[in-house]
């Protein structure tokens, strides 16, 4: 038997960006609270970081996910960045 190990599926978008605008926007998905998970790619897809967010993760628990996300952006010119949010 197989099991199914995919996970809950909540709606998803897309946003392209620069690297400078990358962080920012981070911080605004995370201050909604409705976001399950944060994939970030290079222009060619391949992911480069995937954040999955649990609530009430907030504040501290959130500098070191930040701190790599601005290293990679400072080192990528554009990326997209995939947000799952919970189901309505």
């Not at 998970?37 to 649990?54: A, D, F, S, V, W």
């Amino acid at each position: 038997m197989e099991e199914n190990k995919k996970r809950p599926q909540g709606r998803t978008e897309e946003f392209k960006l620069s690297g400078s605008e990358v962080i920012d926007k981070i911080k605004e998905l995370i201050r909604e609270g409705n976001i399950r998970h944060i994939i970030l790619k290079n222009e060619e897809g391949k992911t480069l970081i995937e954040i999955p967010l649990t609530l009430g993760v907030v504040g501290a628990a959130l500098l070191p996910v930040l701190a790599a996300v601005g290293a990679i952006a400072a080192l990528v010119a554009n990326l997209t960045v995939v947000v799952e949010k919970v189901g309505d």
